[in-house]
């Protein structure tokens, strides 16, 4: 099982979405995909610590305050494991980017998110981000293709 925190962090006017281009970690799943910012949990964090301490290995930005969205369970999704992740999204931030150690990251326009190479079901979870209710789904792939998906709103 992997436990994993995703992280959608927008500019102060919620018009642009950070995103990271998964080009430079060897051996990385998601290579060629763009994602949020997060990872996978530290032993005896919780998800917002997960959260706060990924964004900032990853960007250099120190986040203020988080809001979580949804959780999502991706059965197998990488044909070994599940995996189960937290999302939230950030709007208030401080410091500058680095150059990350996972990937390029660039600022996406919100109406362009679902327009560069994500993971199919995430072209589906992202504007959710954006909406004011929390969801829970789950996300079925196989051999790394998006086969289906069922969600609960709340």
């Known amino acids: 099982m992997k436990l994993a925190t995703l992280c959608y962090v927008t500019d102060k006017n919620q ?8 080009v430079k970690k060897q051996n990385d799943y998601h290579e060629g995909k763009w994602n949020g910012l ?3 949990f530290d032993p005896g964090e919780s ?6 301490r990924e964004i900032e290995e ?4 120190k986040v203020k305050s988080l809001t979580m969205k949804g ?3 991706f059965p197998l999704f990488d044909g070994k494991e599940d995996w189960y992740v937290f999302l939230f999204t950030a709007n208030e931030f401080e410091g500058t ?8 990251l660039e600022w996406i326009p919100n109406e362009k998110l679902t327009e560069i190479n994500l993971w199919e079901g995430d072209k589906i979870f992202i504007p959710w981000l954006f909406e004011d209710r929390f969801f829970s789904a789950k996300f079925n792939y196989e051999d790394g293709k998006f086969v289906d998906y069922t969600v609960n709103f709340y």
Do not use: Q, V, Y
């Open 71 to 73: 959780f999502i369970t």
């Open 38 to 40: 997060g990872g996978k």
């Open 58 to 61: 990853e960007c250099g930005l």
């Open 47 to 52: 998800p917002e610590e997960c959260a706060i």
């Open 97 to 104: 980017l680095i150059d990350s150690p996972e990937g390029h």
């Open 15 to 22: 018009t642009e979405t950070l995103m990271i281009h998964r």
